[in-house]
């Protein structure tokens, strides 16, 4: 049997030609009608839709990958109109995530050029997303970050950019955070400290005589490995000489607050004290043990939120003087606001590295009770500022117990039971 041929003419190949170029333009246009629809709900003014069209591109990393220019669009707009001073929206933390997570140039670029950005929590984002997602070939900008005033007068942009080199695993960014070690002080350091002692061959990219090199420059440490007694703490570390604890808890920082509740069961007697008497002594004994270098506030909390002072204090002698003058005139309150205490302690001051909270029951009053919405805001807005909440529950158990945990586990602290 012969080969059956299909002969076209003239006319029907024209006409089929302009079906393809007519279908074309179809699937072109509606691409457009579909980016054009994307941006309008991530630019919009609804937070709840904002929030599905990130989640539906999350859940779809193939569709996410194909709208990238449509989310690069909607970031420029977004970031555009959060103005200064104003908390980065939940929706566009996340966006400038998902775009980190997009294997391609033009993501990385879009968030590079927000490294200039005149917000601090957008550049913030930007920095944090890069690195999560080990965009290499923005290591050096991210480099360049030290020289921003806010490196110097803000902790929370100064741990976020560690922690977005640290992120990267790579030679070029471990090489420069050990470089920069020696001009970090308290807590920050103590992190960078931990974490190049756990950097090994894989941080160089398997490039064992560079990272011989690295190591041959680093000056010795003493570094005990996790010991079957470890203290909690997590680091796995025994450092030598004694470090200062409060209710066990290792104290790093150089700057830190001390919020107390002073609530009205805090009445309530534990071993021959009050709940609140056992408190003050503590802390009594925690602002005399402090060292001269590091700088301290406190605060207290029932009904409404009390500080000691206006801002963070060089802890001399003389100001230990006044601050334990201070806690033992402070006597007992009503209610637990405990949300407008950390409110208040997040925008105390920008240098504060660590909240060490100490409270006998879940919130009762205020703006937001709801241990889980609190916790969940304090995060958002913590997320521009890296502090440790460490925190200690006395006499609690349940929901009360809970809450302390969850904020110290989401936060990087620590919690410890005073029961």
């Not at 807590?187 to 974490?195: C, G, I, P, R, S």
């Not at 009050?274 to 909390?301: Q, Y």
Request: net charge negative; proline share 3%; aromatic share 10%.
């Amino acid at each position: 049997m012969r080969p059956f041929h299909f002969r076209i003419n003239h006319s029907f190949a024209v006409s089929l030609t302009c079906w393809f170029a007519f279908a074309g333009a179809v699937v072109a246009d509606d691409t457009d009608r579909q980016t054009r629809v994307l941006v309008r709900q991530l630019t919009g003014r609804s937070e709840s839709v904002r929030q599905n069209a990130i989640s539906r591109l999350v859940a779809q990393p193939k569709l996410a990958y194909e709208f990238l220019p449509a989310l690069t669009s909607a970031a420029i707009e977004q970031t555009g109109q959060t103005q200064p001073g104003q908390l980065v929206r939940p929706s566009t933390v996340r966006l400038l995530y998902l775009i980190g997570s997009i294997d391609h140039t033009d993501a990385e670029s879009v968030l590079v050029d927000l490294l200039d950005d005149d917000h601090t929590g957008i550049v913030m984002i930007a920095a944090d997303s890069l690195g999560k997602n080990k965009h290499y070939g923005s290591i050096e900008f991210l480099k360049r970050q030290v020289d921003r005033p806010e490196f110097d007068s803000h902790y929370g942009f100064r741990f976020n950019l560690v922690r977005a080199l640290a992120q990267m695993e790579h030679p070029d960014a471990v090489e420069f955070l050990g470089d920069l070690e020696s001009k970090l002080d308290g807590q920050l350091h103590f992190e960078v400290a931990k974490l190049l002692t756990e950097v090994n061959e894989s941080h160089f990219l398997g490039d064992q005589a560079r990272f011989e090199r690295w190591q041959a420059s680093k000056p010795p440490k003493i570094v005990f490995q996790k010991a079957s007694f470890d203290s909690q703490s997590g680091n796995g570390r025994i450092r030598m000489g004694a470090s200062q604890k409060y209710y066990d808890i290792d104290i790093h920082a150089k700057r830190l607050m001390f919020v107390i509740d002073r609530s009205g069961s805090m009445k309530d007697y534990d071993g021959g004290m009050t709940r609140l008497e056992r408190a003050k002594f503590e802390l009594i004994k925690a602002i005399k043990e402090l060292p001269a270098d590091s700088e301290f506030g406190i605060t207290f909390f029932e009904t409404s939120v009390r500080q000691w002072r206006e801002k963070l204090l060089i802890a001399s002698e003389e100001n230990k003087r006044d601050a334990i003058v201070f806690v033992e005139r402070l006597g007992y309150g009503d209610r637990t606001n405990t949300y407008q205490a950390l409110r208040e302690t997040l925008d105390f001051d920008e240098q504060l590295e660590v909240v060490f909270l100490i409270s006998d029951g879940k919130p009762t009053f205020g703006e937001l009770t709801n241990p889980s919405l609190i916790v969940a805001d304090i995060m958002h807005r913590n997320r521009f500022r890296n502090v440790n909440f460490n925190t200690i529950g006395i006499a609690v158990t349940g929901p009360a117990e809970s809450f302390l945990k969850t904020l110290a586990e989401q936060s990087a602290g620590e919690y410890r039971s005073a029961n």
